[in-house]
T-cell receptor, first 113, second 115 residues
Framework: DTEVTQTPKHLVMGMTNKKSLKCEQH?????MYWYKQKAKKPPELMFV???????INESVPSRFSPECPNSSLLNLHLHALQPEDSALYLC????????????FGPGTRLLVL | DAKTTQPPSMDCAEGRAANLPCNHS???????VYWYRQIHSQGPQYIIH???NNETNEMASLIITEDRKSSTLILPHATLRDTAVYYC????????????????FGTGTQLKVEL
């Protein structure tokens, strides 16, 4: 199974809402990633978790809060977002060792009103 | 990680080979060349990677020049389903402290395969 799943597929939220994005993989990968992709732009790395510990935060605003409750799950908690945060949020995973490749989920398309 | 340069767009007739170039003139000896693609509204998909030698898998071939300053991704018989943005990424082989790796996507090449 080489699948990374993400829920929900689409999300519309107001600026005062709190919501969460969920990512799951069952490939035994120990590194997981969040990327943000604006329309017609390439994906940009936000966070990297390795062995359930946060190893990289690419200066992401605190209104985005990642969480890795176990080796298969990755969440992104959203609070007080701005309309410019509307984007496709992609999750990926990799083995965390050697010349591993990243497997991406289909993404969650977020619209902030 | 080294910067890459790719043409913004290319067209290819279905059934013909699609040759996608990538320049990475500042590549270091320990940096690999990776190719990913992203079909519209989907997550990126790994295609192939290499260090020095040419590589082939079931999806594509990767040709790296001897000086490693450029490479070409070849889709031997392009189909309509190969229409996508293709990203060439150069990154070091070492892992981040604690594990995992970092992909820095450039602007990529929009390949359009037509009948």
């Amino acid at each position: 199974d080489t699948e990374v799943t993400q829920t929900p597929k689409h999300l519309v939220m107001g600026m005062t809402n709190k919501k969460s994005l969920k990512c799951e993989q069952h490939m035994g990968h120990r590194a997981m990633y969040w990327y943000k992709q604006k329309a017609k732009k390439p994906p940009e790395l936000m966070f990297v978790y390795s062995y359930e510990k946060l190893s990289i935060n690419e200066s992401v605003p605190s209104r985005f809060s990642p969480e890795c409750p176990n080796s298969s799950l990755l969440n992104l908690h959203l609070h007080a977002l701005q309309p410019e945060d509307s984007a496709l949020y992609l999750c990926a995973s990799s083995q965390a060792q050697g010349q591993e490749t990243q497997y991406f989920g289909p993404g969650t398309r977020l619209l902030v009103l | 990680d080294a910067k890459t340069t790719q043409p913004p767009s290319m067209d290819c007739a279905e059934g013909r080979a699609a040759n996608l170039p990538c320049n990475h003139s500042t590549i270091s000896g320990n940096e690999y060349v990776y190719w990913y693609r992203q079909i519209h509204s989907q997550g990126p998909q790994y295609i192939i990677h290499g260090l020095k030698n040419n590589e082939t898998n079931e999806m594509a071939s990767l040709i790296i020049t001897e000086d490693r300053k450029s490479s070409t991704l070849i889709l031997p018989h392009a189909t309509l389903r190969d229409t996508a943005v293709y990203y060439c990424i150069v990154r070091v082989g070492r892992l981040l402290t604690g594990g995992g790796n970092k992909l820095t996507f450039g602007t990529g090449t929009q390949l359009k395969v037509e009948l």
